[in-house]
């Protein structure tokens, strides 16, 4: 790819590019410099009888968070930070599968894109090389009698040279692995267009349509692992894919274990 500067974000931009794919699925665009936190944005700003989604992107988070009130590293330079709403048609109890169907989204794009080698760690993390490429988090609010999902993605585009990451696997960016995309508005576009999309499809037709893709990206298939919870071992063996719910499978020894998604980590089994 040729090493053009990233474009500004820029609402107009995204508008335009999400309205070229798909004129239905415009939704109301807030693009900020800087934000405590994109989710958090969202969540704070659904309001009772809105039909449009809302998608907010920021150049940098001071409060960015991942899964179990983790954080997640913000910086300015060039990366992907994105929420946007999506009113489900489900309860709270089938939304656990969710973070797989947007991170094999993810997956889809960036293969479009002509990013290769990207893999997926359950629940909702996406690696290059086995290291952090993007996460994920999903978060919920109720409202009368629907539930409004709110999607977070941040993808490490670009991280400056020197700024540090802190991640159980560590960290990749795309212009690492010599991938310098032109214009973040076209990904970001694209990004929410999938999204939304394959979450429709996972509303009416379950995880199950999706699991042999998303099994074929697993990078931990087949490995001796461990899970953790609360910095507690509770589970190790040989971790066997997910079921047709997005459970995460684990044989340890004659048994097969069902891990749901929540405050757990997966890690090599070899790790500290």
């Known amino acids: 790819m040729n090493s053009e500067q990233s474009h500004k974000l820029s609402k107009e931009r995204i508008e335009s590019q999400i309205a070229?794919?798909?004129?239905?699925?415009?939704?109301?665009?807030?693009?900020?410099?800087?934000?405590?936190?994109?989710?958090?944005?969202?969540?704070?700003?659904?309001?009772?009888?809105?039909?449009?989604?809302?998608?907010?992107?920021?150049?940098?988070?001071?409060?960015?968070?991942?899964?179990?009130g983790?954080?997640?590293c913000s910086p300015s330079g060039g990366n992907v930070y994105m929420s946007f709403s999506h009113v489900a048609m489900m309860?709270?109890?089938?939304?656990?599968?969710?973070?797989?169907?947007?991170?094999?989204?993810?997956?889809?794009?960036?293969?479009?894109?002509?990013?290769?080698g990207v893999s997926l760690k359950w629940p909702?993390?996406?690696?290059?090389d086995g290291?952090?490429?993007?996460?994920?988090?999903?978060?919920?609010?109720?409202?009368?009698s629907e539930l409004v999902l709110v999607i977070g993605v941040g993808i490490n585009v670009k991280v400056p040279l020197d700024?540090?990451?802190?991640?159980?696997?560590?960290?990749?960016?795309?212009?690492?692995?010599?991938?310098?995309?032109?214009?973040?508005?076209?990904?970001?576009?694209?990004?929410?267009i999938e999204c939304q999309k394959m979450i429709d499809e996972f509303s009416h037709s379950g995880f199950l349509v999706f699991r042999s893709e998303w099994m074929s990206?697993?990078?931990f298939a087949g490995k001796e692992v461990k899970i953790v919870d609360r910095e507690k071992i509770i589970h190790r063996g040989t971790e066997m894919g997910v079921d047709e719910e997005g459970c995460l499978l684990v044989r340890s020894g004659e048994e097969i274990?069902?891990?749901?998604?929540?405050?757990v980590s997966l890690r090599v089994n070899n790790e500290s």
Request: neutral net charge; glycine residues 8%; aromatic residues 6%.
């Open 20 to 68: 070229s794919c798909s004129a239905d699925m415009v939704p109301l665009i807030h693009v900020f410099e800087e934000l405590d936190s994109t989710n958090q944005w969202v969540l704070d700003h659904l309001s009772a009888g809105f039909e449009q989604s809302m998608l907010c992107v920021a150049e940098s988070q001071i409060a960015g968070r991942g899964r179990a």
């Open 163 to 192: 700024f540090n990451i802190s991640s159980e696997t560590g960290w990749i960016d795309l212009s690492t692995k010599g991938v310098l995309l032109s214009d973040r508005n076209e990904l970001i576009s694209l990004l929410y």
């Open 257 to 263: 274990k069902r891990v749901f998604s929540g405050d």
């Open 70 to 72: 983790r954080s997640w």
């Open 217 to 219: 990206h697993d990078y």
């Open 131 to 144: 290291r952090k490429l993007a996460g994920i988090l999903i978060e919920s609010k109720a409202r009368n």
């Open 124 to 128: 909702n993390d996406i690696l290059i």
């Open 91 to 116: 309860t709270r109890g089938n939304v656990s599968a969710i973070s797989l169907v947007v991170g094999l989204a993810v997956v889809r794009v960036l293969s479009k894109k002509g990013v290769g």
